[in-house]
């Protein structure tokens, strides 16, 4: 043991400390940002009943309860029955793009990615499932459209994807006091005039190249849209292509 103590106290006196190689004037020694949580198991009612019990022995412990509003469940290779016992034991209520919402949120997916999930979506709306091989009645283009404009008011995935993302632009410009917001100020200023380098990360550079798709909404860190602070829905409904109203949609 003393032998042990001896190390110890030897690399305690010869380590220094030292911040975050970026962040040595924030000082900030680790640069960690921590939002949603993201959990993946088997597609098997024991294994939820395993994740379920790790929530309830956290909240014992913490006091810190679950949202299940907030809480949504994915399955991918799931079988019928199977899946119904899993959302009936766990409470959660599976939603199509779910997953999708998610990611739509960090950074701007490709839009092979999202033309992929617009199919998906389109061919469930008209035949009830992911193969559809008969010609559309209607483009995908109008029913993502209002239904005061004669859609159905179905999400347009790029419009919202970029709205979402917008707000990772819209803190970065009304918010200069939040810790997130310093540490990207302090390494990419002036954010007004800042264009990406050719080797920072693909996700960065989308969320850059948002930059100046809302400049005529910004208006001294307010939001001079109605609501008057950013919202996705609002911001999408900005950016997205709108048509002339339609007489019958308040019969409908």
Known sequence: MEYLSRILDHVTTTMSFKFHPLCGSLQLSHLL?????????KGDTHSIMILLRAFATFSIATGLQMNSMKSNIYFNGVHHSVKADIIE??????????????????????????????????NYLWDSSTEF???????????????????????N????????????????????DALRVRWVNHIYMPW???????????SWKSICKL????PLVFNSRV???????????SAYDLIKIHYPLVPWYKYT
């Open 33 to 41: 940002f921590a939002d949603d949580l993201v959990l993946f198991s």
């Open 89 to 122: 034991v766990s409470g959660f209520v599976e939603v199509l793009t779910s997953l999708y919402s998610y990611w739509a949120n960090i950074f701007i997916i490709p839009k092979g990615v999202l033309r992929r999930i617009d199919a998906l979506c389109r």
């Open 133 to 155: 091989l008969r010609s559309l009645p209607v483009s995908w283009e109008k029913l993502s459209v209002p239904k005061c404009e004669g859609g159905l008011g179905v999400r």
């Open 157 to 176: 995935s790029y419009f919202w994807n970029a709205a979402a993302v917008g707000k990772l632009v819209w803190w970065i410009h009304s918010k200069p």
């Open 192 to 202: 007004s005039s800042y264009s990406p380098k050719s080797d920072v990360a693909w």
């Open 211 to 214: 930059k100046n798709k809302f």
């Open 223 to 233: 939001w001079s849209t109605s609501p008057a602070r950013y919202s996705v829905s």
